[in-house]
């Protein structure tokens, strides 16, 4: 995955200790260990910083001889009761695992298998328990998985039992149904052959048992110099053979559960949990605000940055924060969210969409808020967020919501998110807007009382984007564009979408070309607009003026060695590119849209009036009054640079800052929940009266959406497994939207033609 940082490991720190009652164990831990006592200590604090704490641990030494080593186990064992340490001969790990499972207690429906030297993400057991409570008839769970050591690598591919009789693309760390296991009487491997994993992998396949796979890094697989393929070198022939033995027995293709899943299963919403056994949970007495959290996602875009910055911003001992997303995605932020760069908790992640079908999210949002003793529901930018809105007052009248509104949008339903905040507004507390001119809308067009509105600005980490902490220009230039560049660097920093309208930029650069040729244009981004805005350039001859950057983790570089940054958007909030701009004293040009004009003043920048209907953004004509705008605008700046840097990084320092944002966010969430609306607590039990009717509001708005979801599973797919739309999807896709054949038989029958096509 880009960007994903290796460097954040988990289990590097012990978190607070988990609290749990005297629950008999659901789970069974079972580490095989031999002579690891250089890793084992992180391995084990990797399980006990697990979000579900109903398990034991039972490390089972295989006749260690090194005595470090067995001293650290002693050790281990006394961290937490759960952990209990078994001594016996050397046997190899198939007869260790299966020793182990042997002294796994009664009350235990599941086994987890882990090497001792590997690791697992803090809610994984929580994920793999849920996702098999709901697919009864599922034998095991595994996620994507995280190569580290020696060798770094993410590995996420769809399961597939043909090629797994001929390929191991699965590591040896499982969560496997304890009854499944004793019917294909467990690894039952005698000899000290390798790949005892695989052969296991292939006897529940034999069996007809099938897996359900995660879509999120649960598993960190430890790569070291010396591995047990090289070690036992001799043993590779005899494997195999026990490897093709197996294979044989597999009689049919055997399909996986694979999440993100197509089915929408809106059909049957339960809250209950289906039959989900859910030990009693802990009240905690702390003092602490725990706030739920629900985003679509965490990607790189503006309102994702904020919702980022929030959640590690909030003063840790004030706030508890667990994060709930709802759109599938690669969600290349998730592990920003989960701990910060010295690997200290931020927060817990549970990505719905790669472990449960959407019939048990409000099953399980039950259960969260019940476990971490929710106060208040923030939700910012989530559909289904708004959807369960009357449900959760309705059932938890006293807990306070606030929802954050990033944008309107027109062309969405008549106002997008606006309209959807003002849709659920008698049981929304507190909506909170990134711009004043925002904020107008939804008083004046939305009808919203003045009162319950309040503007918070998206703050900029002014540490972070400060031109002083950067390498000397001269460097920069030299890595991004590698020549000795004279000319004026023009940034264009976003997302390669239509919002963003890259098409525009090209055409601006084309006129701009024609008056002056000192400049240069940084595309930095990526985005399902990238490849084609590469190729428009040089079909423009622009090949020259334009380089092409693709995504990069550290913008602050870019800033650094722009003069001016571009942004041309047809919508946005408030573009978080302008806040970092300007902290980086790089002056901004900008569309007129949301709250830009609030920002960029004439000191710092250009507006430019926009003169293209939100309703044709997938439109490619432009008015020639408006790139002569943005080029007249690019000029000014340009000629007068010194003037405008001179005052940028004032602009933000004086009101944008992030910790501005933070302080005006511990204030609402504090009143929010120490003075909760009376009137909507009130509206609350009104609904409580009707709780199935609430059920049915979530049911009737998932139906409506059942097309975008099925799309967005099916462009997840293509970004993260590389599988490419064809060209026949695309073009029908197309002529429909054209069309604008919006009726739902027409789409299913298309949603069918496009799984047929990808068969």
Not at 443 to 448: M, P
């Amino acid at each position: 995955m880009n960007g994903f940082k290796f460097s954040l490991e988990p289990g590097i720190k012990k978190y607070e200790n988990m609290e749990y009652n005297t629950h008999e164990p659901i789970i069974s831990v079972i580490i095989p260990f031999y002579n690891s006592g250089e890793y084992i200590e992180q391995t084990i604090i990797s399980v006990l910083n697990q979000t579900f704490p109903y398990y034991e641990i039972l490390i089972i030494d295989d006749g260690s001889k090194d005595e470090k080593s067995l001293k650290k186990l002693e050790k281990i064992e006394k961290l937490d009761k759960r952990i209990k340490v078994f001594h016996k001969k050397n046997e190899g790990l198939a007869a260790t695992r299966d020793f182990g499972a042997r002294q796994a207690s009664e009350s235990s429906k599941y086994l987890m298998f882990l090497d001792d030297d590997d690791l697992i993400e803090p809610t994984f057991f929580e994920c793999a328990y849920w996702t098999l409570e709901t697919n009864k008839e599922a034998a095991w769970a595994y996620s994507d998985s995280v190569g580290f050591g020696t060798m770094e690598y993410t590995w996420n591919k769809f399961f597939n039992s043909e090629k797994l009789k001929k390929v191991n693309e699965l590591i040896s760390e499982a969560f496997v149904r304890k009854t499944a296991f004793n019917e294909v009487n467990g690894y039952e491997l005698r000899e000290k052959a390798v790949n005892e994993d695989w052969n296991f992998w292939l006897k529940l396949l034999a069996k007809g048992k099938y897996p359900v796979h995660m879509s999120f890094y649960g598993q960190w697989y430890r790569r070291k110099e010396v591995g047990e393929l090289k070690k036992a070198s001799e043993n590779k022939k005899r494997s195999l053979e026990i490897i093709n033995e197996t294979a044989s027995k597999i009689e049919t293709k055997v399909d996986a559960i694979q999440y993100p899943r197509y089915k929408y299963n809106y059909d049957d919403i339960l809250d209950n949990g289906a039959n989900v056994i859910i030990p009693k949970m802990i009240k905690k007495d702390d003092e602490k605000i725990n706030i739920l959290f629900i985003i679509p996602w965490m990607i790189t875009g503006g309102a994702d940055l904020f919702n980022l910055n929030l959640v590690k911003g909030l003063d840790k001992n004030k706030f508890k924060v667990t994060v709930i997303t709802t759109e599938p995605n690669e969600n290349v932020l998730r592990q920003y969210f989960e701990q910060d760069s010295q690997n200290n908790k931020i927060a817990n992640v549970y990505d719905l969409t790669s472990f449960l079908d959407q019939k048990y999210w409000l099953a399980f949002i039950n259960y969260i808020i019940q476990k971490e003793n929710i106060n208040v529901v923030l939700n910012s930018n989530s559909k289904f967020g708004y959807y369960i809105l009357p449900y959760l007052k309705a059932n938890y009248p006293n807990i306070p919501i606030i929802d954050y509104v990033h944008m309107e949008e027109w062309y969405n339903r008549n106002g997008g998110y606006s309209r959807y905040s003002s849709m659920y507004e008698s049981v929304i507390d507190k909506t909170l807007i990134c711009n004043e001119n925002s904020r107008k809308i939804l008083i004046e067009h939305f009808g919203r009382n003045e009162k319950e509105v309040e503007t918070v600005y998206i703050g900029v980490n002014e540490e972070k984007f400060n031109p002083e902490k950067c390498k000397d220009k001269e460097t920069l230039v030299k890595k991004y564009i590698g020549e000795n560049n004279s000319k004026k660097i023009i940034s264009y920093i976003c997302r390669i979408s239509e919002q963003k309208r890259p098409m525009l930029l090209l055409q601006i650069v084309k006129e701009l070309k024609k008056q002056r040729q000192d400049f240069k244009v940084l595309v930095v981004g990526d985005g399902n607009l990238f490849a084609k805005m590469k190729l428009k350039s040089q079909e423009l001859g622009l090949s020259e003026d334009i380089v092409f950057l693709g995504s990069i983790s550290d913008t602050t570089e870019i800033y650094k060695i722009s003069d001016v940054t571009i942004n041309c958007s047809l919508k946005e909030g408030l573009a978080l590119t302008s806040y970092e701009s300007l902290s980086m004293g790089v002056p901004v040009i900008s569309s007129d849209v949301g709250g830009q004009k609030e920002l960029i003043n004439d000191q710092v920048g250009e507006i430019v009036e926009v003169l293209q209907n939100e309703e044709d953004i997938y439109s490619e004509e432009y008015s020639e009054e408006e790139i002569q705008n943005y080029v007249k605008g690019i000029n000014k700046i340009l000629d007068n640079l010194d003037f405008y840097k001179a005052n940028c990084r004032n602009r933000i320092l004086n009101d944008f800052t992030i910790k501005n944002m933070l302080d005006k966010m511990t204030t609402i969430l504090k009143e929010a929940v120490k003075s909760p609306s009376v009137s909507k607590i009130e509206n609350g039990k009104k609904l409580d009266t009707n709780k199935n009717l609430t059920k049915e509001l979530i049911t009737i708005n998932l139906e409506n959406d059942e097309i975008e979801y099925e799309w967005e599973c099916t462009e997840y797919e293509r970004k993260v497994y590389g599988q490419a739309y064809s060209i026949k999807e695309m073009n029908y896709k197309k002529e429909l939207l054209k069309e604008k054949l919006w009726k739902i038989p027409m789409w299913r029958a298309f949603i069918k033609i496009v799984h047929k096509l990808r068969r």
